[in-house]
């Protein structure tokens, strides 16, 4: 069951409060190059991110941020490290979120008119903790531990909560899986404001989409979790694909296509890993559930894919098209990919 939340909301959408988990990715780009930065939102946007966070590292990136607002429609976070000018000109610029920790902005007199500007427009304040820059205290007090990155946070939280402000949002990525897990259960117990779930430089794609896979999956399977934010070594439309893939994977979100295909064996005898490869690639722009499978052989195929609602089996220079485990067509090889493809995208344009 998931954990009851309060709901936070930035721009449009909702995070707690059993809103769907959101996907959000960050931008790579100088938010300064205008041009290049909106590129690579429409690209995220495309593969399904539902909040975009943009570095404003000085003035000329905060002043960057309306225009860049204007031209896009989904919700944007500034990140900003320390310097209270750069959030209230972030939010003097109508971002939807800010990312900063009241605890690293200086004076209270500072603090006061960031939370009051935010307070005003209506936006909520993402508190970040990470297990390498945690509050000195903290980890003399009590080591590199679940305890300290949870105290770390509630600091924070308590400079917030003293001045009546209680959009909240918090994050406690590290980059052990097991520091972020008990980091997530033990703020849970304690606070309801929404949580924001990464495991911090995950790392390159491949290591990077497992170790987060494991670590966000076992927290989400506790019912913990609002928004999460995979960080790869890549471009971050992967960030994108490999979080959708897992709230996908545990059924707590549905978009676009869920692949199974078999591991292959010795009845295989078409090429199987290029046809899933070309038909996953063909089929990555779909936006409707859909179960597609790609199976190597038409004795067994079918029947163990009965459950998806369009799939192939590849034979001796034949193959099947199928859908629930009924033949629906019969093939060439070489044109079982495109039939296949034409199956889904009919699927992908019935209604309802
Ligand atoms: S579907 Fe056929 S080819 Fe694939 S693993 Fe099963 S038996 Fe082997």
Redesign the pocket.
């Given at each position: 069951m998931r954990r009851n939340t309060r709901r936070v909301m930035a721009g449009d959408l909702p995070i707690g409060g059993n809103a769907p988990i959101s996907v959000q990715s960050m931008t790579n780009t100088d938010t300064r190059d205008i041009p290049t930065t909106i590129r690579q939102i429409k690209q995220l946007s495309e593969a399904g991110c539902e909040l975009i966070r943009l570095a404003v590292v000085d003035q000329e990136a905060a002043l960057a941020l309306g225009k860049i607002k204007a031209q896009t429609k989904i919700p944007i976070v500034a990140d900003i490290h320390f310097d209270h000018r750069l959030a209230l000109a972030a939010v003097e610029q109508g971002v939807d979120k800010l990312r900063i920790n009241p605890g690293n902005i200086g004076s209270h007199a500072k603090v006061k008119e960031v939370v009051a500007a935010a307070r005003d427009h209506g936006i909520p304040i993402r508190i970040g903790v990470n297990s390498g820059s945690l509050a000195k205290w903290t980890v003399d007090k009590y080591g590199n531990t679940a305890k300290a990155m949870v105290e770390s946070a509630l600091e924070h939280v308590a400079i917030l909560e003293a001045l009546n402000f209680n959009d909240i949002i918090i994050s406690l990525k590290a980059t052990s899986v097991e520091l972020t897990l008990e980091s997530y259960k033990m703020i849970a117990d304690i606070v309801d404001y929404p949580l924001h779930l990464g495991i911090t430089e995950a790392g390159t794609p491949f290591f990077g989409a497992i170790k987060s896979a494991v670590g966000l999956g076992a927290i989400l399977s506790l019912g913990i979790g609002d928004t999460i934010r995979v960080s790869l070594t890549s471009d971050p439309v992967e960030e994108v694909r490999v979080g959708w893939a897992i709230l996908k994977s545990l059924g707590l979100r549905q978009r676009g296509p869920v692949f199974i295909s078999?591991?292959?064996?010795?009845?295989?005898q078409i090429p199987?890993e290029k046809i899933a490869i070309e038909v996953e690639q063909k089929l990555s722009n779909l936006t409707k559930p859909l179960t597609v499978a790609i199976?190597?052989?038409v004795?067994?195929?079918p029947g163990?894919?009965k459950e998806a609602d369009i799939g192939i089996?590849g034979g001796d220079g034949v193959g099947l098209v199928f859908s629930k485990g009924k033949i629906i067509r019969r093939v060439k090889e070489d044109e079982l990919v495109d039939a296949l493809v034409t199956e889904a995208l009919k699927l992908e344009k019935e209604d309802d």
């Open positions: 078999c591991p292959t064996c010795g009845r295989t199987l199976m190597g052989c004795v067994n195929g163990e894919a089996a």
